[in-house]
């Protein structure tokens, strides 16, 4: 259980284009999902925080134009990166949890790797 | 949430039990201790969490100490395939919170 699923696993796009990561939860509801993003040999960091069916909670230094999320219903929420740039390449990893306990485990998905050219 | 400190890296030995260590001396009384690992170039995977009672489940063992100042978790026969970066996070338990990730500990499993 508490699998969670990232689409694409890869993506390569041309700079100034859009490029949107799909992120599931599979098997269970997911009533907030997480987004982060992890440059080489650094940790992972926060980019923002959704509740399904409400506006995102962006982390400082962030830019929510530019990063747009979708958590469009309990099981799949969406980032939108808009007009790419090559600083943008990066490793993008989603979380989700539910409510199935008093401490809600966060689960990962298995990341989509971002190269702007 | 509060703060942990762990080793930049450890080595141990294949089958060997591998004994982790995390700091958290300004845990809060609500706040849980996590623990996960991330396989390089994968996402991060749960591996276990408590509150104050020592855990057990098929990855690994979670001891924290009385005064939960501290944490240890215990992988009882490493395998090369435990090669990862572990991280230990100290987070209030809730489905809304957010993780902070810090360096972790990058363990290698050797033969």
């Known amino acids: 259980g508490a699998v969670v699923s990232q689409h694409p696993s890869w993506v390569i796009c041309k700079s100034g284009t859009s490029v949107k990561i799909e992120c599931r939860s599979l098997d269970f509801q997911a009533t907030t999902m997480f987004w982060y993003r992890q440059f080489p040999k650094q940790s992972l960091m926060l980019m923002a925080t959704s509740n399904e069916g409400s506006k995102a909670t962006y982390e400082q230094g962030v830019e929510k134009d530019k990063f747009l999320i979708n958590h469009a219903s309990l099981t799949l929420s969406t980032l939108t990166v808009t007009s790419a740039h090559p600083e943008d390449s990066s490793f993008y990893i989603c979380?989700?949890?539910?409510?199935?306990?008093?401490?809600?485990?966060?689960?990962f998905g298995p990341g989509t790797r971002l190269t702007v050219l | 949430d509060a703060k942990t400190t762990q080793p930049t890296s450890m080595d141990c030995a294949e089958g060997r039990a591998a004994n982790l260590p995390c700091n958290h001396s300004?845990?809060?009384?609500?706040?849980?201790v996590y623990w996960y690992r991330q396989i390089h170039s994968q996402g991060p995977q749960y591996i276990i969490h408590g509150l104050k009672n020592n855990e057990t489940n098929e990855m690994a063992s979670l001891i924290i100490t009385e005064d939960r100042k501290s944490s240890t978790l215990i992988l009882p026969h490493a395998t090369l395939r435990d090669t990862a970066v572990y991280y230990c996070?100290?987070?209030?338990?809730?489905?809304?919170?957010?993780?902070?990730f810090g360096g972790g500990t990058r363990v290698l499993v050797k033969p």
């Open positions: 996070i100290v987070r209030v338990g809730a489905a809304g919170n957010k993780l902070t």
């Open positions: 300004t845990i809060s009384g609500n706040e849980y």
């Open positions: 979380s989700a949890a539910g409510t199935s306990g008093p401490t809600d485990t966060q689960y």
